[in-house]
């Protein structure tokens, strides 16, 4: 759709005149698009999206009456009543969170390109330390937004400045980070205690008062899930039983006294004597086309 590329554009802080130098693309496919004579092809849509950081999903026009919202990131059904308000409700949690601790970054795929693209960018010690810097920050602020929305936009989450003095006192963490920007961030933000060492979620304490609270996040989390997995096709849905009862199956396969970070390599031992169905559903879903 034509308005949401031109949202992604304007996010970006570009022109039509600045996307076509970037991406090759002459002017006037923008100005045919817009007044609906042609729309650019498939090859076109992927050189757009990369350069304005998005997915071509967004630009392309959908046939499906499932959409991602390209703010709070939910996908939901919009000819769904119930799916339409939990939207609703989960956008307007969202929009609270923004105004409370800025630019949330919740929609998954967006969230994880951009998260690889400026982690690359951080650890790249050829350029310069400014530069490093702005990315190893969006990186942050990737993956604060995943820990207040796993918060579910809880106001009592720390902020982002505090979020990021706690990540620099996570030593896994830090390894992602030459010296001169590991020390130039801490001199900027401090260190803090808050996070475990090795994760990126904070986790709100929960007071006596906010208990009563707790069984309907916890709720609005399942009814998440049910939603996601509702919108999965039968081979989507086996794969996703599969990784289930891998989790599950976890304190089977380690040791008493093995470290946390080997348990899953540990779990998945029994896993990988499943070649055989592996290779078929790999097969099968290079056979899926895309729905018209």
Partial sequence: MYELYCKFRDKKGVKDSDVSKATGIPQSTFSDWKSGR???????????????DTLIEYLDEWKSDIVTCTDCGLTYDSTNKKDVKMHEECHEKWKQGSLIFGELLCNHSINEKMKAKNRSISQNINLPIKEKYCAAIMVLRCLFSQSVEYSDFNPKHVTFEKYVAMMLNNEKYKKHLDDELCQKLIADYGTMDGIKDGQSIYNVPVSLTDASNENAIIHNRQEKIILYYDQLNDIGRHEATKRVMELTEIPRYTKKDAPDYLTPKAARNDYENEIGELEKIQEDLSNLKRPD
């Fill in 38 to 52: 042609s729309k650019p092809n498939t090859e076109k849509l992927i050189k757009i999206a990369d350069y304005l």
